[in-house]
């Protein structure tokens, strides 16, 4: 009986071991961010899709990008790249992801944001979101240069 307990205690151990192996953010090359982000001054920004939540949200990061960051926001013939807001949920649970690539499609980075809080239901968080939004992509910029 004492060998059986120990057995499936060993067994435990070992599911646990590797579910919290699963669980762990691995370090990768994905966690370094281009250096070419750094390097972004005037952009364009748009919604992936025009009719969800991502517009709004979209006009917001738009309309406050160049406050925290080095970033103008110009017409899409001007840009060194394209900021593309996707996914936006502005309902109770909101979040919204968004990408940054050059001009050529050239990837440079994804970034995300989920607010969460009780102090949130009833308040209007597109620009909630597009603050986070932009302060997650000041910070990946300061990685960039590698700051």
Known sequence: MKTMKLQMAV?????????????????SAAD????????????????????SDDQPVAACVAERLSTNTP??????SEADAVITVIRASIGKHPK??????????????QGGSKTRGFNLVGR??????????????????????GK
């Open 124 to 145: 209007n968080m597109t620009c909630v979101i597009a603050d986070d939004l932009i302060g997650n992509l000041r910070n990946a910029m300061k990685k960039a240069r």
């Open 11 to 27: 067994v435990v151990c070992l599911v646990l071991i590797a579910i919290l192996s699963l669980s762990a953010e691995p370090v």
């Open 71 to 76: 970033i103008v926001v110009v017409p899409q």
């Open 32 to 51: 370094v961010v281009d250096p070419r982000l750094a390097t972004i001054t005037k952009a364009y920004v748009t919604a992936a899709d025009p009719l």
């Open 96 to 109: 919204a992801t968004y990408t940054v690539a050059l001009t050529d499609g050239t990837m440079l980075w």
